[in-house]
């Protein structure tokens, strides 16, 4: 499967984004679907994450209440919804596909496959 996330932006606190993760090469409801953030001088850390099955979501205490992650089947997209954008938000954003799909995966290392990243501003 090869991913493609967008929406990234230049936006003021307190605004939002909605990043998407389009796939192609397969059917995305079989993976589950991570999103993380990496910003300057620090680790790519989880923020979100879908299952493949039943639908069941994880998000980092730090965006819990913010963010929204959902899957849209019809248009093989995972999305990010980001409201109340903080300055410590800003990062590159990338999205990743787990094949075994199994359960929550919030450690990159247990992702195969990788989206490009989409830059994400917020702005005081």
């Known amino acids: 499967v090869q991913l493609q996330a967008s929406g990234g932006g230049l936006v003021q606190a307190g605004g939002s984004l909605r990043l998407a993760c389009v796939a192609s090469?397969?059917?995305?409801?079989?993976?589950?679907i991570g999103w993380f953030r990496q910003a300057p001088g620090k680790e790519r850390e989880a923020v979100s994450c879908?299952?493949?099955?039943?639908?069941?979501?994880w998000y980092a205490d730090s965006v819990k209440g913010r963010f929204t992650i959902s899957r849209d089947g019809a248009k093989n997209t995972v999305h990010l919804q980001m409201n109340s954008l903080k300055l410590e938000d800003t990062a590159v954003y990338y999205c990743?596909?787990?094949?075994?799909?199994?359960?929550?995966?919030?450690?990159?290392?247990?992702?195969?496959?990788w989206g490009q990243g989409t830059q994400v501003t917020v702005s005081s």
């Open positions: 990743a596909a787990d094949e075994a799909g199994l359960g929550i995966r919030t450690s990159p290392d247990e992702y195969e496959y």
């Open positions: 090469g397969d059917a995305l409801d079989d993976y589950t």
């Open positions: 879908i299952r493949s099955t039943g639908g069941r979501t």
